[in-house]
């Protein structure tokens, strides 16, 4: 069955401080893993996008980082900001049908405290 | 910022109430997508479509319907509202290109609370 899996559930960390969110899946065949970020009360916008063959992207504080022959991934936030305090979702793509079905962690809620 | 619209952004109604939520993208994208989220849970795929006059059901069994009738607005429907149904239904649009690469563009989403 395919499933993501993302741990912490939940996460509090004080400002200016960093922190590493994980997410462990199981999809096959793999396409694409995205991270987006939800913010309470909003819909998810897309912070990183990695493919197969890439190990790492970033984007400003946030670096995303995959390991595809484990099936893991993580997203590190840099000297993290109020700003940052929302919930993470991991979203694994397959590749096994045209419309590229998506698989959605349940998220880590994140809340930085000044 | 994307250009995807919902309405209502909240909305509480009664039992055995129809009900209309809107949907509409301003960046000529030929998919949409309708998910239901309930509270630290994940988001599950209720309705899609491909394109004008194209509706499929999802992964999650949806009570709801769908229709696409314009490239840009595609509406969800409950003809007669339950307390089950009492989530917050997010709205997705996505360019149709090859494959899965295509991002998926989020509505800020309607939170339905029924009685």
């Known amino acids: 069955k395919n499933q993501v899996e993302q741990s912490p559930q939940s996460l509090i960390i004080l400002e200016g401080k960093n922190c590493t969110l994980q997410?462990?899946?199981?999809?096959?065949?793999?396409?694409?893993l995205r991270w987006y970020k939800q913010d309470t009360g909003r819909g998810p916008v897309s912070l990183t996008i990695?493919?197969?063959?890439?190990n790492t992207k970033s984007n400003g504080r946030y670096t995303a980082t995959l390991d595809a022959d484990t099936k893991q991934s993580s997203l590190h936030i840099t000297a993290s900001q109020l700003s940052d305090s929302a919930s993470y979702i991991c979203?694994?793509?397959?590749?096994?049908?045209?419309?590229?079905?998506?698989?959605f962690g349940r998220g880590t809620q994140l809340t930085v405290w000044p | 910022e994307a250009d995807i619209y919902q309405t209502p952004r909240y909305l509480v109604i009664g039992t055995g109430k129809k009900i209309t939520l809107e949907c509409s993208q301003t960046?000529?994208?030929?998919?949409m997508y309708w998910y239901q989220q309930d509270p630290g849970m994940e988001l599950h795929l209720i309705h899609y479509?491909?394109?004008?006059?194209?509706?499929e059901k999802g992964d999650l069994s949806s009570e709801s319907t769908v229709s696409r009738i314009r490239t840009e607005h595609f509406p969800l429907t409950l003809e007669s509202a339950r307390p089950s149904h009492t989530s917050q239904y997010l709205c997705?649009?996505?360019?149709?290109?090859?494959?899965?690469?295509?991002?998926?563009?989020f509505g800020p989403g309607t939170r339905l609370t029924v009685l």
């Open positions: 979203v694994v793509s397959d590749r096994g049908s045209t419309l590229g079905r998506l698989y």
């Open positions: 479509s491909y394109g004008v006059n194209s509706t």
């Open positions: 997410c462990n899946y199981t999809v096959s065949p793999f396409s694409n």
């Open positions: 997705a649009s996505s360019e149709r290109t090859s494959g899965s690469s295509d991002t998926q563009y």
């Open positions: 990695m493919t197969f063959s890439e």
């Open positions: 960046m000529g994208h030929d998919k």
